[in-house]
T-cell receptor, first 113, second 114 residues
Framework: DVKVTQSSRYLVKRTGEKVFLECVQD?????MFWYRQDPGLGLRLIYF???????EKGDIPEGYSVSREKKERFSLILESASTNQTSMYLC????????????FGEGSWLTVV | AQSVTQPDIHITVSEGASLELRCNYS??????LFWYVQSPGQGLQLLLK??????LVQGIKGFEAEFKRSQSSFNLRKPSVHWSDAAEYFC????????????FGDGTTLTVKP
């Protein structure tokens, strides 16, 4: 089974802090994604990566950056956390581009106070 | 631009009853369509997907969905709901370039009554 692991399930951070959300997949997938999930808004794509050190902006990249130094690991960075970034963050991966199956992690609940 | 509408925010059905969750999409070309399920506190799991061919698609956990191009719909069905089906369900539409860039609906929460 494919496993996408988000190491931090619940975080509480202060406004202005730098926040790192880590995601690791164990199936040598090419693509990795970060989404944000808010009630009534579905999932919105923040960034995705199609290869090591390659990234592309999604629909809502403002206030976020990403890092992919190794194929299995994709990090989401909030340079200066704000209260409107309080949300559930989901990481996902897929083997290849195209209409491939996406595998999701269990999510990271971030509260910014 | 692509978009997805799930008209029902919340649906309640009795255990053993049939289920239909609605999904309407807007997309300029042949869409790639997905249904995902999310249990509380968990990530999303793919139930089924449609790319081409037979418009009736079978998925996991006894779910099926029918693609109707004339109605721009991709409704999810299950003939007999189990208590474990209580969850949130998301419809998504995407391009063939990358399923991860799909547009997701706002979700429908399913409650199952004993």
């Amino acid at each position: 089974d494919v496993k996408v692991t988000q190491s931090s399930r619940y975080l509480v951070k202060r406004t202005g802090e730098k926040v790192f959300l880590e995601c690791v997949q164990d199936m040598d997938h090419e693509n990795m994604f970060w989404y944000r999930q808010d009630p009534g808004l579905g999932l919105r794509l923040i960034y995705f990566s199609y290869d090591v050190k390659m990234k592309e902006k999604g629909d809502i990249p403002e206030g976020y950056s990403v890092s992919r130094e190794k194929k299995e690991r994709f990090s989401l960075i909030l340079e200066s956390a704000s209260t409107n970034q309080t949300s559930m963050y989901l990481c996902a991966s897929s083997l290849v581009s195209g209409p491939d199956t996406i595998y999701f992690g269990e999510g990271s609940w971030l509260t910014v106070v | 631009a692509q978009s997805v509408t799930q008209p029902d925010i919340h649906i309640t059905v009795s255990e053993g009853a049939s289920l239909e969750l609605r999904c309407n999409y807007s997309y300029g070309a042949t869409p790639y369509l997905f249904w995902y399920v999310q249990s509380p506190g968990q990530g999303l799991q793919l139930l089924l997907k449609y790319f081409s061919g037979d418009t009736l698609v079978q998925g996991i956990k006894g779910f099926e969905a029918e693609f109707k191009r004339s109605q721009s719909s991709f409704n999810l069905r299950k003939p007999s709901v189990h208590w474990s089906d209580a969850a949130e369900y998301f419809c998504a539409v995407g391009a063939n370039t990358n399923a991860g860039k799909s547009t997701f609906g706002d979700g429908t929460t399913l409650t199952v009554k004993p």
